[in-house]
């Protein structure tokens, strides 16, 4: 059970910066619940919250949602850079020497 109430958003939140990411811009409203928690630190630079982290406590609030709302669905694709014209997977193209790129969906490939 949640000792602290973790709703969807916040959880969402507290996902995006799991990975150690930084946000810039949070704004002041639902930035500041969180920092109230201790789930985030940030740097107040007005009109927003600059570089907001996640502490060890919001990675505990994070666990407790993941027990709660679930894990987050694998997207079902990833992107790719791939050559513009023959379609090889590099941004400079040995097989045609096309420098030119586009990004392309892949399926993703769970291992088993």
Not at 8 to 33: D, P
Not at 39 to 58: C, F, H, L, M, N
Not at 76 to 105: H, I, K, N
Request: glycine share 8%; aromatic share 8%; hydrophobic share 40%.
């Amino acid at each position: 059970m949640m000792t602290k109430i973790l709703t969807e958003a916040r959880y969402h939140t507290l996902l995006a910066l799991a990975s150690g990411a930084a946000g810039l811009s949070f704004k002041k409203r639902e930035t500041e619940v969180l920092l109230r928690r201790g789930w985030v630190t940030a740097e107040w630079k007005p009109p927003y919250y600059q570089w907001v982290r996640i502490t060890p406590d919001g990675l505990r609030a994070l666990a407790e949602g993941v027990e709660h709302y679930g894990l987050p669905d694998l997207k079902p694709e990833r992107t790719a850079l791939v050559c513009a014209d023959c379609g090889g997977e590099q941004r400079a193209c040995a097989a045609c020497g096309s420098r030119s790129y586009r990004y392309l969906a892949k399926p993703v490939e769970h291992a088993a």
